[in-house]
């Protein structure tokens, strides 16, 4: 199947810095992709989607100048976190859309303190 | 009505067990069908997708979708216990769309 990374897997900063989470498709290109977040015990929230070479569309409740994306390529995604703070603590996810389905990367661990 | 509906569980069956996992919908505009698999503090990874009606079988699995009834299902034959985590089924109606999942169904396998 096609492959994704993300880095760093995890990541612990102090409240107030800001932290970039990379999310790479390795074996494949595509034009749409997504972020999302997921808290223990809970589903995945969905928290943008991303065209390449566009601005992303963030979802209801999602402040897009705190989680500043940055989509260059076919195969290069970012988010940073701005500032970040504790209640943004959390599993940060990246999936790319490849038409049929959607292949998933393994995570980003943030612990803001 | 939730869009997806997926029974959380938890689902507990003994090693080598056949496990049946399942997901009911609402839109009739939803084409594209997944099925992943999480394992706690990992993403979820695609174990089978389906576009329209139909089944589809890779090794111990094979995925069932019924348009006509908005039903879509997982089957795990020879359950493992590596087999225990979260199934989360998870669709969407055109490409470059968000998909829409289901709550996702803890599975416990015993050895």
């Known amino acids: 199947g096609a492959v994704v990374s993300q880095h760093p897997s995890r990541v612990i900063c102090k409240s107030g810095t800001s932290v970039k989470i990379e999310c790479r498709s390795l074996?494949?290109?595509?034009?749409?992709m997504f972020w999302y977040r997921q808290f223990p015990k809970q589903s995945l929230m969905l928290m943008a989607t991303s065209n390449e070479g566009s601005k992303a569309t963030y979802e209801q409740g999602v402040e897009k100048d705190k989680f500043l994306i940055n989509h260059a390529s076919l195969t290069l995604s970012t988010l940073t976190v701005t500032s970040a703070h504790p209640e943004d603590s959390s599993f940060y996810i990246c999936?790319?859309?490849?038409?049929?389905?959607?292949?998933f990367g393994p995570g980003t661990r943030l612990l803001v303190l | 009505q939730k869009e997806v509906e997926q029974d959380p569980g938890p689902l507990s069956v003994p090693e080598g067990a056949i496990v049946s996992l399942n997901c009911t919908y609402s839109n009739s505009a939803f084409q594209y069908f997944m099925w992943y698999r999480q394992y706690s503090r990992k993403g979820p990874e695609l174990l089978m997708y389906t576009y329209s009606s139909g089944n589809k079988e890779d090794g111990r699995f094979t995925a069932q979708v019924d348009k006509s009834s908005k039903y879509i299902s997982l089957f795990i034959r020879d359950s493992q216990p590596s087999d225990s985590a979260t199934y989360l089924c998870a669709m969407k109606g055109q490409a470059g769309t968000a998909l829409i999942f289901g709550k996702g169904t803890t599975l416990s396998v015993s050895s």
């Open positions: 999936s790319w859309d490849t038409q049929e389905t959607q292949y």
């Open positions: 074996d494949f290109q595509a034009t749409t």
